[in-house]
């Protein structure tokens, strides 16, 4: 079975800082890994995903993420905060089929 | 290529009331989906369509009905709305390919009174 854990409902990071949101999974089978992003009243946005090949995977708006198997995680990093970047993320695992498991978001507050 | 649509985008309900919500793709994709999202819980699926002609439950069926009328569309029924139904809803479609992407719809705010 899959599931993915969101530590964190609320992180909070001034501008120009690094933003780390951590997602870890279990999975049965070599996972796919998915990272989107939900701006107020929108609905989701692909930031990034990992199916194979690099572990370090490059996403849409300078974020990027690590699958690290030995740990079971694959964190959500920007080296730099915008304002913009203020939104709620969320971490999903496919069982390579029809099934989409989801976390239950971070929701991420940048300050100025 | 407008993607994911699902209609109507806000609608609010008497407790008791039926409706239904309609998506539909463009991307021809063959797997098709209905989540709902409520605050702390993440995204939930409700129901999901692996190809026309077919359909499953998800985690939270229970007072829901879907029909996959087409490759197209998939459409969600509250056949008795209760509160506790109050909720955005978002169909999303997938292929299983290169993209390997599920795409989803706006969102549907529904709220039960």
């Known amino acids: 079975a899959q599931s993915v854990t969101q530590l964190g409902s609320h992180v909070s990071v001034s501008e120009g800082a690094l933003v780390l949101l951590r997602c870890n999974y279990s999975s049965s089978v070599p996972p796919y890994l998915f990272w989107y992003v939900q701006y107020p009243n929108q609905g989701l946005q692909l930031l990034l995903k990992?199916?194979?090949?690099?572990?370090l995977v490059k996403g849409i708006n300078g974020f990027e993420a690590e699958f690290k198997k030995s740990e079971t995680s694959f964190h959500l990093t920007k080296p730099s905060a915008h304002m913009s970047d203020a939104a709620e993320y969320f971490c999903?695992?496919?069982?390579?089929?029809?099934?989409?498991?989801f976390g239950s978001g971070t929701k991420l507050n940048v300050k100025p | 290529n407008a993607g994911v649509t699902q209609t109507p985008k806000f609608q609010v309900l008497k407790t008791g009331q039926s409706m239904t919500l309609q998506c539909a793709q463009d991307?021809?994709?063959?797997?098709m989906y209905w989540y709902r999202q409520d605050p702390g819980m993440g995204l939930r699926l409700i129901y999901y369509s692996a190809s026309e002609g077919t359909t499953d439950k998800g985690e939270v069926p229970n007072g829901y009905n879907v029909s996959r009328l087409n490759k197209r569309e998939f459409s969600l029924r509250l056949e008795s709305a209760a509160p506790s139904q109050t909720s955005v809803y978002f169909c999303a479609s997938w292929y299983r390919g290169h993209r390997n992407t599920i795409y989803f719809g706006e969102g549907s705010w529904l709220t039960v009174v």
């Open positions: 999903a695992v496919s069982d390579h089929f029809n099934k989409f498991y």
């Open positions: 991307m021809n994709h063959n797997s």
């Open positions: 990992y199916t194979t090949g690099a572990t």
